[in-house]
């Protein structure tokens, strides 16, 4: 089998390459490439034409298929269906900000974490992506909407510290100045609460936001609608978020999604102020997307204004999020479900 070349940093190449009797120069000259988003060793024109055979022979280069494009008519948003070398799909959104271009990127295909609002964990985990599949994501899309991409937020598919060692690899990558140079204060992580990799996480000392998916204030609620709640209950949580405010100084940001005569009432309003107290924070109030599979609804917006003015009152930053590509399919997971079934279903007709 070739090897994976744009999983490696420009450390590993130089080395690999040396091995081969190249130069260290060549090394950069490839990074480089890579990082602009080549699809061939034939697009490296610097190189030989011996030399890119040579490398083609030996490693190669993971280029996705967008099979799905859709743009909001409402707000620009994009979001790309990508089909990955081996079949399998995931999902990008591109967001268009008054200061610069965001990109959503998923981290698996599918997600173990079975939470109950998501759409993204309902056919369960198929497999952690690799860096250079997260990196693509970044890579082509820029390519194919033209728009420069300035932020990163890891929320997409799957649970980004269950597939800990690759996302280290893909912010190592996405952060080297010989590549995109995108800065860790433009990157934030997201989580629903493996605390041990949040304390492993704090570690390494990362500038980047970590934004934790809560979701609600109590095991009681968090139990029904999060089952990773039950290996690491909220104060458990709470704890490692603390722990890692105080390795990092960096602010945590929890995200809070509003579902309608579940988590949304003043007392579980005042139940988080008094949980968050003392923890430098900020809760970022979704509005639930509606998930065909599931019987959750989003809250009204008079009830989401009462809960944030609670948080405000009480001394918590609290903001609600604005609902981007609402008419595209936008929640995490949606378009690759919808793709799958309709696949499915071809594939039945053709077996009759």
Not at 71 to 76: F, I
Not at 125 to 144: G, H, I, K
Not at 285 to 295: A, Q, T
């Amino acid at each position: 089998m070739k090897t994976d070349l744009k999983s490696m940093t420009k450390e590993e190449m130089t080395a690999a390459f040396q091995e081969l009797g190249l130069p260290a120069f060549r090394a950069g000259q490839v990074f480089s490439w890579l990082h602009k988003g080549v699809s061939s060793f034939q697009e490296m024109t610097n190189l030989s034409k011996e030399l890119r055979e040579r490398l083609a022979e030996r490693y190669e280069i993971t280029v996705p298929v967008a099979v799905r494009r859709q743009e909001s008519q409402k707000d620009g948003t994009i979001k790309y269906l990508w089909r990955l070398n081996d079949g399998n799909c995931v999902e990008t959104v591109l967001m268009r900000y008054h200061y610069g271009n965001t990109v959503c990127i998923s981290s698996e295909v599918g997600c173990a974490m079975g939470c109950a609002f998501c759409a993204s964990t309902k056919g369960g985990l198929v497999r952690r992506l690799t860096p250079s599949e997260m990196l693509d994501q970044v890579l082509f899309t820029q390519l194919d909407s033209g728009l420069p991409v300035s932020h990163i937020v890891l929320m997409g598919i799957g649970e980004p510290l269950d597939n800990y060692d690759t996302v280290m690899r893909f912010l190592e990558l996405v952060n080297s100045p010989n590549g995109l140079n995108i800065s860790m204060r433009h990157i934030s992580l997201s989580t629903c609460g493996l605390v041990p990799k949040i304390y492993k996480l704090a570690e390494e000392k990362l500038q980047l936001t970590l934004s934790v998916s809560l979701h609600a204030p109590s095991d009681e609620i968090r139990n029904t609608i999060m089952p990773i709640n039950k290996a690491y209950p909220v104060e458990t949580l709470l704890e490692g978020c603390r722990a890692y405010y105080e390795k990092t100084s960096r602010r945590i940001s929890f995200e809070y999604a509003m579902i309608d005569g579940v988590n949304d009432t003043p007392e579980c309003a005042k139940l988080l102020l008094r949980k968050l107290k003392g923890l430098p924070a900020h809760v970022n109030l979704i509005p639930l997307n509606r998930v065909e599979e599931s019987p959750l609804h989003p809250s009204s917006r008079k009830a989401v204004a009462a809960f944030q003015k609670i948080l405000q009152d009480g001394g918590v930053s609290a903001t609600v999020r604005r609902t981007l590509g609402g008419d595209i399919d936008a929640s995490c997971g949606q378009l690759r479900r919808k793709f799958e079934k309709r696949e499915a279903t071809q594939e039945k007709k053709r077996e009759i």
